[in-house]
C-alpha cells in the first residue's frame, strides 16, 4: 500500500497490530481511510463498556483501541499500521 509517499510492507503492518494486543498502552502511527497519517496514543483495556456491547468489526482486519486523548473507542486498519512504540 502507498499513499502519500509512505511505503507499508502489509505483513508487517498485521504484524504490528498483533503487538498491540500485547501491551497495556502504545502510540501507533497509521494511514485513515482518507489518506492522512495519525498519532495515536492508544490502550488496551480502557475498562469502560462499548456502547453497543459488542464490536462488528472484522478483527483480523481491524484492532479496537481506547483513544486515551480523544477518549474514546477507535478502530484501526491493520494493514495500515506505520510505527508502533510500547508505552506501558
Known amino acids: ?30 494511514l485513515k481511510k482518507d ?10 483495556d480502557s475498562g469502560l463498556p462499548t456502547k453497543g ?4 468489526l472484522d478483527p483480523e482486519k481491524y484492532t479496537t483501541v ?6 474514546g473507542y477507535r478502530a484501526i486498519n491493520n494493514d495500515t499500521i506505520i510505527e508502533f512504540e510500547v508505552l506501558a
Open 1 to 30: 500500500m502507498e499513499n502519500q509517499g509512505i511505503k507499508i510492507d502489509p505483513v508487517e503492518a498485521r504484524s504490528k497490530a498483533r503487538r498491540i494486543k500485547l501491551y497495556k498502552e502504545c502510540r501507533v502511527t497509521f
Open 66 to 71: 481506547w483513544d486515551v486523548d480523544s477518549e
Open 53 to 56: 456491547g459488542v464490536s462488528t
Open 35 to 44: 489518506g492522512s497519517v495519525r498519532k495515536m496514543h492508544a490502550r488496551m
